[in-house]
């Protein structure tokens, strides 16, 4: 029941940090204001803010603390990397449920990184565990989804790296295909064991949570409305879209737009084209400039 109780206490620590965003959004408060302008603002390295820092000495202090706490150093581990790896299996370049959060896109890149890191982490430290026991099936299996995942990774920061925006659809695809195979793979090594009912928890809330974002992204493109494309200009690094919508678009940093395109593939139309604005000028309710 152990794994019950962290995704509990991931779920309800989730859940406050979206509540005090939306409060921060939200509020006109000239002093929680300032202070959240200070915890934001890059200091360190001119890139990274005290905020990042703090987020994320609690996010490994927190797994370290588990981790020594546990009765059981190899199972935790498992259940841990178990939990931090669910994301890679619905996230990406975006992600359409955090959309809903108002994530923006930066903090949801920096936290799918962490996560699929420190997750990968501990499965290798639960495939070493269990090797020192002189146990060869859960050897041959963790290395399998361990490998799988590894790659996935990689294909997954890929999709990422502006270098590599030739070959994104093809990383992104691998990406998607690898994800299905470490599923499988991780619910082989789980019944080779004979283990716990709970311990299908994590594969079971992968599919879940990947059911859920691509009814989210389905429902989304087909109820989207309509807006008309003015104009294209050719820029050095791209193209400038300029397209009128009818209604005004709040933003905020961080934030992107979905495009979609009626005339492509369902699939494809059903993903769009997510789209960060480079700038905000509305001409009355019309539209606004987008890259």
């Known amino acids: 029941m152990e794994f019950f109780l962290w995704y509990a206490v991931a779920l309800g620590g989730a859940g406050v940090v979206f509540t005090l965003r939306h409060l921060h959004l939200t509020s006109t408060n000239y002093y929680m204001l300032s202070l959240a302008f200070q915890l934001r603002r890059p200091r360190i390295l001119g890139e990274i803010s005290i905020l990042y820092v703090l987020i994320l000495m609690t996010f490994l202090a927190i797994n370290a603390l588990i981790l020594y706490l546990g009765d059981d150093l190899s199972r935790m581990s498992a259940q841990l990397a178990a939990l931090n790896l669910v994301p890679i299996f619905v996230g990406g370049r975006t992600n359409i449920v955090l ?45 399998l989804v361990g490998m799988i995942l590894i790659v996935s990774n990689v294909a997954l920061c890929g999709t990422v790296l502006p270098n590599l925006h030739r070959i994104e659809g093809v990383l992104w695809k691998a990406q998607r295909l690898l994800a299905m195979l470490a599923l499988l793979a991780l619910v082989w090594h789980v ?20 059911f859920l974002c691509f009814t989210c992204r389905m429902i989304r493109a087909l109820t989207a409305g309509t807006a008309k494309l003015e104009s294209v200009e050719a820029l050095r690094l791209g193209c400038q879209w300029t397209i009128a919508s009818k209604s005004s678009l709040q933003t905020y940093p961080g934030c992107y737009f979905y495009i979609y395109n009626t005339k492509v593939s369902w699939l494809s139309r059903i993903y769009g084209y997510p789209m960060m604005p480079i700038s905000a000028e509305p ?7 987008l890259d």
């Open 99 to 143: 959309d809903k959060c108002g994530l923006s896109l930066w903090s949801y890149h920096a936290l799918l990184y962490w996560m699929t890191g420190v997750g990968t982490i501990e499965a290798f430290l639960h495939i070493g565990l269990e090797t020192n026991e002189g146990a060869t099936v859960p050897l041959v299996s963790g290395l």
């Open 191 to 210: 019944s080779v064991l004979t283990l716990a009912w709970e311990s299908y928890l994590a594969p079971a809330g992968a599919l879940v949570a990947w």
């Open 283 to 289: 001409r009355g309710a019309k539209g606004h400039s």
